[in-house]
């Protein structure tokens, strides 16, 4: 956890509840961590800081950057990050749970099908993303246009 002096520490205590309670009334997936670069530099605080919150809380591999480790999570949820958007760019199912952003996602984005401010909402989209491949993700939620594979490669 990152503390700015704002409610997103708040924010994110929030969604690791939620994240928790889905895991616990679905016990074949596992909650892993992605842990912020800030984060990584007192790591045993911030292990003890999870820990204390749950046992099943999983941590991605500290050594690598975040952006080298997609294929780890089938679905990721984020409050709100670039790696979001840099996840569904490759091709990676992804949800965002952006508390307290009042004008995000804007009117009409394409990424309005994969944001919900609503606890329920956000278990019921997570769910559905488990349960399907990434092009069936992908197509339902009108984002496979906006993957790496539909822009065109220019060589020389």
């Given at each position: ?58 941590f991605a591999d ?95």
């Amino acid at each position: 956890h990152v503390n700015l002096n704002d409610n997103a520490y708040l924010n994110e205590q929030g969604l690791i509840k939620v994240l928790l309670e889905f895991i616990d009334a679905n016990k074949r997936y596992k909650l892993i961590v992605f842990l912020h670069p800030l984060e990584k530099k007192n790591l045993e605080a911030t292990k003890n800081y999870y820990n204390s919150l749950s046992e099943n809380i999983e941590f991605a591999d500290v050594n690598l950057p975040n952006s080298e480790q997609f294929f780890n999570a089938d679905v990721a949820v984020t409050l709100f990050s670039t790696l979001a958007y840099e996840r569904l760019f490759w091709g990676f199912k992804t949800l965002i749970y952006p508390l307290e952003k009042e004008h995000f996602p804007i009117k009409n984005s394409i990424f309005n099908s994969v944001c919900t401010k609503v606890e329920v909402q956000l278990k019921e989209k997570l769910m559905t993303a488990l349960e399907m491949d990434a092009e069936t993700f992908f197509e339902s939620n009108g984002l496979s246009n906006y993957r790496y594979s539909n822009y065109p490669v220019f060589s020389n």
